[in-house]
């Protein structure tokens, strides 16, 4: 058979939810059986969803997740199915069943573990050993999964040794901003290599912290990209792949034809599977080539935003949620992404004025709210802050007014918006920004206190950026340019700057990705150009603050590294960075 | 040489203090060689402290960290020194060196990693792959570090066979109730298996949810139990072996001399390392054997917390600790370990009362706070409460008074406790119990707001048991009788009880260590003879209550799975276990 027809299927699953997972998988089974699909893989773990985490521990929940997979291999008829799931002997492997016409064909183990950054495979996954190749309809097929694709020497090299001309990888790979340019490249030069065709077929949808963002990919054998799913949202890609195309170019490659010796590997075990009878049989014509959508960089970063607060708000259960709004470009931005998120009629701001919040400030909050067509409460807190201050009178005698004083406010509006998420089952989301939480310019319990946290991986400049994006996607004004163009404020004493405490944002973004991303030390970072004792400032405050992070909301991770479990430092922790 | 004198060194590290942890290693060589020990044993990673997390992933720790290895090695004279420590190459290693007058002898690099649990060196290390023994003064000693010797064929094995007499095994092992036990039953099959004396040298002190619990062991060949560190505090244990035990020992082993085949392994590369010259040269007369004091099982999970309370507290630079006293067991209970821990001119209580506050839990907090000598603030809530409650008048229109209610009440004492803390820099302990945080007992941002939860790992049945214990163990009553005696209740409307939410707690704590603790599902919780409603509702409470735990303060670690890093589940997961 000269052509194949392949279909990625790129779903948003849920973690934990097998019965849900499952009829997602079926439908989309369907789906691509009446648009002729000869072959539909489905990403890493589809059935129990990613990350699992110590559910994996969970002696039922392996079980549960057996019976799912049968259900799936019943289901698979005049299709084969590629599909990602856990499979449990003694040891527990991240694993890839080929499934046709109601058989399991076989299973593939991933070899590479990822257990870095928000990985942790290593804690359940056993390493696979071999390295089996499948025969459909005449067409030899490798199967590996998400992290085994990265490596040049990886099972990729194998079963295209072992004659594959296929390599159909599954993924739930995590997004941050750019990282797709990054997986194009290096899966274009793994096709390349190994003169085989790539699909790479990614997960979609936000799992508390993290974000897959689909944007499943096909390579021909020159590597040339051939598909493309959209991101952000699910799909079904399907794409014809020419077979005698790989045969051409491998008889004419260049090692073949100069008698070049191939380097010789240790190679894990190859076995020959054979997947039951051919799936399909009517000729196809070649499918147009599919083109993807695509976002600028920073649209491409709001899109994330949207579906993760999405995806976390409805995941949870939640329908409405309630955001306090300040007046600032922070509370403004996530009040927008939620807009888009969840819909105008399911998001509430609520003011809560102080003495010290400028009258432009309410005036910003109000018309930010209609802008957005949000409802918007008013609740001020002098009164309950004359009350605190009133119970704590003799306790504070003789004391300063400073910090404690500032932090009741915020304190205050915490608890009203947790008040009114407990009346009214609404989810609190947070407003606090990268640059903030790092440096801990952000109150426990006050304005941290919420149960996601939009824009906690989003530093202060790309808050204005994605403000700035938001008004121009939509060609008018929805955050009130005043409220872009005034300087930040915490508003909690009278003529209060973040300026007092912090360097300005364009100064202190660098410090801190070089800090927090990279892990820079200090002198490094002053030799970027930066003054030393500023330098040295920001890294102490990010050391000290670890304790705030670590009782913070979750927030969708944007970038290479996010706070979370993507960066794990002790609070009880001496070192100082020179 | 006949004996050799062996110095085990239970150290108080600091993570990140890499001068600190220096300098102490440096005063215990002194002391140590004071004492003619011939070699002194400090625990894993004992430099930078244990476990140093992403510290790990900044290029200039690792730099730094060889320079404070370097200032122990010019140290070391007259002595051989075994010192945890990372090495780093192209890749890290978690590393044992071992250093002789001057000179770094060699370095072993640990085999197995553990990755599971509290643990997560697969993120950092790469896997050891050689056994060397080093030779000093004509005595083969094997070295190797923690989880290695959990393994009957891991390095104690292959160093004996190649003729080690004595096995140093340097630990960073954390404490749960009851392992003391489990360890010694290991080491001394350890020790008779492979006809060796095996020393175990761990650390002491707090770090975050972990506590390391010393009490270094040794055995000699025959597994008898020959020195035990004391538990939860400083040691220098030191131990005289008799080396013509062993050999006599291994001459007359039922191996030699029935002549069985001894199974063939595949051994990792052994080498054989000279450390430098003979340390001392002195004959000793053996020294009396060290006895360990002993905790019961209930005082030796006290004395846990005292210790994790002082480290914490202590090692991020406070002094004071500020606690609310509502007159209940769980106040009572942290506050008798704050003094234990800290100094009763140390600790704060602070009285919260409300409209809701029985009159006798507001002379409980009393009668607490004269028996523990510590100084008691007074600031009831209804001022505040009722500001509360006209701001959100409006809002609260025509809606039932219910939890909302309720949780305000909390949240304005945490607010109240948050402010003395930012006023006067004294930490907040929180109060809450194992029992309670794993069903959501407790209201986020309210009783939970706090920088350390000292009983978050204790189930209410052993609050109790603490309690009885404090008294008895002092011989008069510290915590109130009374307070030991009343119904539980949160007090946050009338005539709240505990039982009206929840089982009693002694059904309901089996119920929690069953799924929580051993991940036994639904069913088989029913099976142990519980209620399957009841049981069916708690893991519910459980799963649904993620968000909040993942908000709180780290606490101390006493059982075998406590929550934090040691039971990693996702927020948004909709398994449901039947």
């Known amino acids: 058979m000269r052509y194949l027809r392949l279909g990625m299927v790129q779903i948003n699953c849920t973690v934990g939810d097998l019965e849900g997972n499952t009829t997602r998988i079926k439908q989309f089974i369907d789906e691509a059986r009446n648009l002729q699909v000869d072959v539909v893989a489905f990403p890493e773990l589809a059935i129990t969803g990613y990350p699992p985490e110590d559910l994996l521990l969970k002696p039922q929940f392996i079980k549960d997740c057996h019976t799912y997979l049968e259900e799936i291999v019943s289901y698979s008829h005049d299709i084969a199915v590629v599909v990602g799931l856990i499979d449990a002997g003694k040891n527990l492997y991240n694993a890839a069943a080929v499934i046709c016409n109601g058989k399991l064909a076989g299973i593939y183990h991933k070899m590479y573990l990822p257990n870095y950054g928000v990985f942790d495979e290593y804690r359940y996954f056993q390493v696979g050993t071999e390295c089996p190749v499948f025969c459909i309809n005449g067409i030899i097929m490798g199967i590996n999964i998400c992290e085994d694709i990265w490596y040049p020497d990886g099972p990729a090299a194998f079963q295209a040794q072992a004659g594959a001309g296929i390599i159909i990888n599954i993924n739930a790979s995590p997004y941050h901003a750019g990282k797709q340019d990054f997986r194009k490249r290096m899966l274009a030069t793994r096709a390349l290599d190994n003169e085989v065709i790539v699909c ?16 499943s990919l096909a390579f021909d054998e020159r590597g040339e990209l051939i598909a493309e799913g959209k991101q952000f949202e699910e799909d079904l890609v399907v794409v014809d792949v020419d077979m005698e195309k790989v045969l051409h ?29 051919a799936v399909s049989t009517t000729p196809k014509r070649p499918l ?39 007046g ?8 927008a992404i939620a807009v888009d998120a969840l819909g105008a009629e399911n998001v509430i701001g609520v003011a809560m004025p102080s003495q010290y919040s400028s009258p432009g400030s309410k005036a910003d909050a109000d018309v930010l709210a209609h802008n957005l067509g949000i409802r918007l409460l008013i609740l001020p807190i002098q009164g309950v802050f004359k009350s605190y201050l009133n119970t704590l009178a003799d306790a504070f005698q003789d004391t300063q007014t400073g910090v ?18 407990n009346k009214f089952g609404w989810l609190v989301l947070t407003t606090g920004n990268k640059s903030e939480i790092a440096v801990g310019y952000a109150t426990l319990y006050g304005d941290m206190a919420g149960g996601f946290a939009v824009i906690k991986d989003v530093p202060k400049t790309l808050v204005y950026q994605l403000s700035r994006h938001k008004n121009s996607s939509v060609g008018k004004e929805i955050i ?13 004493r009278p003529d209060q700057r973040d300026t007092d405490s912090l360097p300005p944002y364009d100064i ?38 670890e304790y705030k992070r670590r009782q913070s909301a979750p927030g969708i991770k944007i970038t290479p590294r996010a706070f979370g479990k993507d960066r794990r430092l002790p609070i009880t922790n001496r070192y100082k960075s020179l």
Chains 1, 2 share one sequence.
Do not use: C
């Open 249 to 277: 170019s491998r008889l004419h490659s260049p090692m073949h034809r100069r008698g070049m010796p191939v380097p010789q590997r240790v190679s894990p075990p190859v076995s020959y599977i054979m997947v039951s009878e």
């Open 508 to 545: 202190l973004d660098p410090i801190l990705e070089a800090y927090v991303e990279r892990d820079n030390s200090m002198q490094y970072i002053a030799d970027m150009g930066f003054e030393r004792v500023i330098v040295e400032k920001m890294i102490e405050m990010v050391d000290r603050n």
């Open 404 to 421: 404690a004083e500032e932090n009741i406010q915020a304190r205050i509006r915490g608890n009203l918006l947790m008040a009114l998420s």
């Open 200 to 215: 790479y077929v990614n997960m979609v949808g936000g799992q508390d912290e993290l974000i897959f963002d689909g944007g």
């Open 480 to 492: 009130p340019r005043v409220v872009i163009d005034k300087e930040p404020s915490a508003e909690l």
């Open 328 to 335: 600032g470009i922070d509370s403004s931005l996530v009040a």
């Open 288 to 326: 147009p080539l599919r083109k993807a959508q695509s976002y600028d960089s920073i649209g491409e970063v709001y899109a994330a935003l949207v579906l993760g607060t999405h995806d976390y708000v409805h995941k949870n259960r939640f329908e409405k949620v309630v955001i306090g709004l300040s």
